[in-house]
């Protein structure tokens, strides 16, 4: 990630950051089979889960595909504000992410219609 070609990478968990639908550069920092994390700027991490890897890439075991310290690129799908478990625990953020970075026509426009919906809202 020691690039100068990246453009607008994700440096922090902010709503000016965390678009949706946005593709960044990341490494893997953890594999498993039950998915990959991928590592942004600053410690800001994600999670693509193996069943999402299935359905839209059709990796069975991402541990027969990916290795800790591949460089990807990742969309971000949703970000979700969770609370810590312990009693006085703060908040932190879960990214979800998908590695399919190019959407097909379809997927395009149910993406334009969410967020035209997204933005009627008030």
């Given at each position: 990630l020691l690039t100068t070609d990246i453009e607008n990478p994700i440096v922090e968990y902010t709503p000016l950051c965390l678009e949706i639908g946005r593709v960044a550069?990341?490494?893997?920092?953890?594999?498993?089979?039950?998915g990959v994390t991928v590592t942004f700027y600053n410690n800001v991490h994600g999670r693509v889960p193996a069943r999402r890897l299935a359905a839209e890439l059709g990796v069975e075991d991402p541990r027969m595909n990916y290795n800790i310290?591949?460089?990807?690129?990742?969309?971000?799908?949703?970000?979700?504000?969770?609370?810590?478990?312990?009693?006085?625990?703060?908040?932190y953020y879960q990214l979800e992410l998908s590695l399919k970075t190019v959407l097909d026509t379809a997927e395009k426009s149910v993406e334009a219609q969410e967020t035209a919906n997204s933005s009627s809202v008030g």
């Open positions: 550069a990341g490494f893997l920092s953890k594999v498993d089979e039950w310290g591949d460089a990807v690129a990742a969309r971000l799908l949703d970000c979700f504000k969770r609370r810590h478990k312990e009693e006085n625990g703060g908040y």
